[in-house]
């Protein structure tokens, strides 16, 4: 099944509707990729609010679409893990370490937003005057 990836603004939103195979996952990941540079966009939102269950395979796929956006200068944030979700993921020791997750889209949104303008204050060049 093929996960539709929207542009809005800046960002790119993947919204996953239900269970997808590895196969479904891995074309997942190499779309989102491939859009990120195609679109120069400056954060990935990947909503799995429809999702109730998550496998060693999809978190690990999760978690590497969050680096390889990283590393393509865009951030990534996850959306909408359920409780159920959470849970089992913590008991099986499955851990999306070092990628971002809120509750929500808007939270999503607003953290996306927050974070790119950090980074832009980061590499935004300082004029002399600015230095102290």
């Known amino acids: 099944m093929e996960v539709p990836i929207l542009r809005q603004g800046q960002y790119l939103i993947a919204s996953i ?20 540079g195609r679109s120069r966009c400056r954060g990935v939102i990947v909503d799995v609010t429809a999702l109730d269950v998550m496998d060693s395979f999809a978190v690990r796929t999760l978690r590497d679409i969050a680096h390889m956006a990283r590393l393509r200068g865009a951030e990534t944030v996850i959306v909408g893990i359920q409780p159920d979700v959470a849970f089992a993921m ?16 808007e939270e999503g949104l607003a953290f996306l937003t927050r974070r790119t303008e950090e980074r832009y204050r980061e590499t935004k060049p300082r004029r002399p005057s600015d230095r102290g």
């Open 17 to 36: 509707q239900s269970a997808l195979t590895d196969a479904d996952l891995s074309h997942l990941r190499e779309a989102l990729i491939a859009q990120v």
């Open 90 to 105: 913590v008991q099986l020791g499955l851990t999306l370490k070092g990628v971002a997750t809120v509750l929500d889209l």
